[in-house]
């Protein structure tokens, strides 16, 4: 009888958990936390807007388009036009590959006198697998740049150094996201979707990511929630009614 009803409650969490994600539309429940990259570019958009805006001197069109950052809870999104997972075809026979979303918790991120340019963490992303790893950085690590001249597009993508905090995390990869889907115009977006429970509760941080090229740059600012493990409390509570269960159970037999 107890296994039965553990198996509820187990089932019961599990629903409970999953129904989070079941919404109408692809932003439900997700605040955008896009933040000006600091340079205005050529585009429909100029400034703040990063729809439609690529960085000065760059290739325009939505297949460089880095549109935006959303946050949900723990859980991120980021959106564009640019094919985060293959890649995109530049000028000749260049292939412009995607960078690691590199996290500043303390305000000093993109400072290029500092060996890690003053991120503290990097996810180092291998979007063929669709995992990353975590890596908390310091100032011995190796990051390289865009091998383009517009460097403040930097750092591009991570390569050795720093401490090793999670591995083979899996993320999300989405494709063929409609304008209604994301309010972006431009016909054709991607989105990649990952998560940054490991940070402190509540410490505030800042999102960045380029390409290869770096024609575009993309910046989110947030914070991290508290963690309120709702799944934790419905199964604590089903343990308590398990237990009252025993003692009813208990006090019948002596009875």
Known sequence: MRKSILAIIIAMATA????GNSTASYLDGYNEITVYDGVSGPGDWQGVDEDH?????AATGQMWDLEGFFQKGADMLMVGGYDFKYGQEGSGDSHIESGDIFIDTNGDGGDS???????????????????????????NVDLTGVYTNFTFSNPW?????????????????????SDADVGFTGGLH??????LSFLDANSPFTLHFTQECGNDMLKGYGSAPI????TKILFGTGLLGLAGIGRKNLKRKSA
């Not at 805006?53 to 001197?57: L, M």
């Not at 993508?157 to 996201?177: K, P, W």
């Open 227 to 230: 963690p309120e493990p709702a």
């Open 53 to 57: 805006e690529v960085e000065p001197g």
């Open 190 to 195: 991607n989105a990649v979707g990952f998560n």
């Open 16 to 19: 409970f958990s999953l129904s």
């Open 157 to 177: 993508r991570y390569s050795s150094g720093g401490q090793q905090l999670l591995a083979d995390v899996s993320f999300l990869y989405d494709t063929g996201l």
């Open 113 to 139: 006198s500092q060996g890690d340019y003053g991120y503290e963490y990097v996810l180092a992303m291998d979007f063929l697998s669709e995992t990353y790893d975590v890596i908390q950085l310091d100032d």
